[in-house]
């Protein structure tokens, strides 16, 4: 079994930083790729930030330049660095993982969220 734990969120003001974690535990063999979705209230789950085993990465129009998605395999742990951040940025944001288990399954995981909120 594998788990996806995210962490670093909070209440910051905006203009702000913060840099969300999402680490990988359990019977891993390997991490592919590992997405960064946000959930507004009364909004539908967006994609923010994916990066790939080859850390090949995309962001959403909305935070291209603002935000940065790496990863380090060592730890099993991939990060969001926010930056310049937004009132709109308010959301709960989770990690999404493909994680291949010891056993040479690979499956798709997902976090429990993380809140992030952007407040004067």
């Known amino acids: 079994q594998v788990q996806l734990v995210e962490s670093g969120g909070g209440l910051v003001q905006p203009g702000g930083s913060l840099r969300l974690s999402c680490a990988a535990s359990?019977?891993?063999?390997?991490?592919?790729?590992v997405r960064w979705y946000r959930q507004a209230p009364e909004k539908q789950r967006e994609l923010v930030a994916h990066?790939?085993?080859?850390?090949?990465?995309t962001y959403a129009d909305s935070v291209k330049g603002r935000f940065t998605i790496s990863r380090d395999d060592a730890k099993n742990t991939v990060y969001l660095q926010m930056n310049s951040l937004k009132p709109e940025d308010t959301a709960t944001y989770y990690c999404?993982?493909?994680?291949?288990?010891?056993?040479?399954?690979?499956?798709?995981?997902w976090g429990q969220g993380t809140q992030v909120t952007v407040s004067s």
């Open positions: 359990g019977s891993i063999f390997s991490i592919n790729t």
């Open positions: 990066i790939s085993s080859g850390t090949y990465t």
């Open positions: 999404n993982a493909d994680v291949t288990s010891t056993a040479r399954i690979m499956m798709n995981y």
